[in-house]
């Protein structure tokens, strides 16, 4: 059973850095492509931040800020996230497959479909 599970969240001052953990379990062959999305209240899910081979990608609202990163000996994604602001507070979700394969513009297998975290709270406060 593929699995992704979140950790790293919580209350951070605006200026403040937080890093979250996306460990990954089950999958026989990577997942090459993960990224992690967010959803705040009221909004709809966006990426954040993206990896596969050799790029990333990131929402213009964190370039800069955000970095993202990937440990393949762990099975482990990270999110670097600095100079945090109170419009990053949403639920932070790791994401792999189809979803963010498009997002990335990588090819999608077909009937592949996506595998989520269960999200973790991160809160900036002003």
């Known amino acids: 059973q593929v699995q992704l599970v979140e950790s790293g969240g919580g209350l951070v001052q605006a200026g403040g850095s937080l890093r979250l953990s996306c460990a990954a379990s089950?999958?026989?062959?990577?997942?090459?492509?993960m990224g992690w999305y967010r959803q705040a209240p009221g909004k709809q899910r966006e990426m954040v931040a993206g990896v596969t081979s050799g790029s990333t990608k990131y929402a213009d609202s964190v370039k800069g800020r955000f970095t993202i990163s990937r440990d393949n000996t762990k099975n482990t994604m990270y999110l670097q996230m600095n100079s945090l602001k109170p419009e990053d507070t949403a639920v932070y979700y790791c994401?792999?497959?189809?979803?963010?394969?498009?997002?990335?513009?990588?090819?999608?297998?077909?009937?592949?479909?996506?595998?989520w975290g269960q999200g973790t709270q991160v809160t900036v406060s002003s």
């Open positions: 089950g999958f026989i062959f990577g997942p090459n492509t």
């Open positions: 994401a792999a497959g189809a979803t963010i394969k498009r997002a990335m513009g990588v090819p999608v297998w077909s009937r592949e479909s996506d595998t």
